[in-house]
């Protein structure tokens, strides 16, 4: 199975700052469909987990445009240019590239400094 | 507007059963795999189980494998029949929508709490 690492583990920001999440895989992501199956996903207190980002930068629908995802092959990072009170939660990274299964990273917590 | 509200979830002792169910719509069901993700307390994601499209085949977390049962009808409805439980399946169990390789559509969960 392909082991996703997400650094680091907690990040606390001051609102209006950005922030930024690094997910390392294992193995390449790149599928042989030439597709990189690397999503970020955004878990807040006491909710289920919610698509942000998908294909390495692609934002699903209703996303707002501070959060952007960039990388390839095994390094990936998920960027918040201003850090806003409801981005409080958990940052997940989750492969689809090798299933199965579908493997996640860690998760980072981001907190309001 | 794509919706997904599991049910079933409970109590449960150590080697007990339940079926946890996934009521979909807002999309045409039988276009897509769809999978269940676990989340036991204050813990991370973990990949449990799928199904593609037509039901013919499906896939298990080797943990779960021959003790968990995933399928779909065309009610528009997944299930999870969960057999044998353990203390370690105590978690909140999401059916999610897969669009090929992307988790897209979450439910709000199903807590299965097992415990004696």
């Known amino acids: 199975d392909i082991v996703m690492t997400q650094t680091p583990l907690s990040s606390p920001v001051a609102l209006g700052q950005p922030a930024s999440i690094s997910c390392k895989s294992s193995?390449?992501?790149?599928?042989?469909?030439?597709?990189?199956?690397l999503s970020w996903l955004q878990q807040r207190p006491g909710q289920p987990p919610r698509l942000l980002i998908y294909?390495?930068?692609n934002r699903f629908s209703g996303v707002p445009d501070r959060f952007s995802g960039s990388g390839a092959g095994t390094d990936f990072t998920l960027k918040i240019s201003r850090v806003e009170a409801e981005d409080v939660g958990v940052y997940y990274c989750m492969q689809g590239t090798q299933f199965p299964p579908w493997t996640f990273g860690q998760g980072t917590k981001v907190e309001i400094k | 507007e794509v919706q997904l509200v599991e049910s079933g979830g409970g109590l449960v002792q150590p080697g007990g059963s339940l079926r946890l169910s996934c009521a979909a719509s807002g999309f045409t069901f039988s276009n897509y795999a769809m999978t269940w993700v676990r989340q036991a307390p204050g813990k991370g994601l973990e990949w449990v189980s799928s199904i593609n499209s037509g039901g013919s085949n499906t896939y298990y977390e080797a943990s779960v494998k021959g003790r968990f049962t995933i399928s779909r009808d065309n009610s528009n409805t997944l299930y999870l029949q969960m057999n044998s439980l353990r203390a370690e399946d105590t978690a909140i169990y999401y059916c999610?929508?897969?669009?090929?390789?992307?988790?897209?559509?979450w439910g709000q969960g199903t807590l299965v709490t097992v415990s004696s």
């Open positions: 193995q390449s992501l790149v599928h042989r469909d030439g597709n990189t199956y």
């Open positions: 294909k390495i930068f």
């Open positions: 999610a929508r897969d669009a090929y390789g992307v988790a897209d559509y």
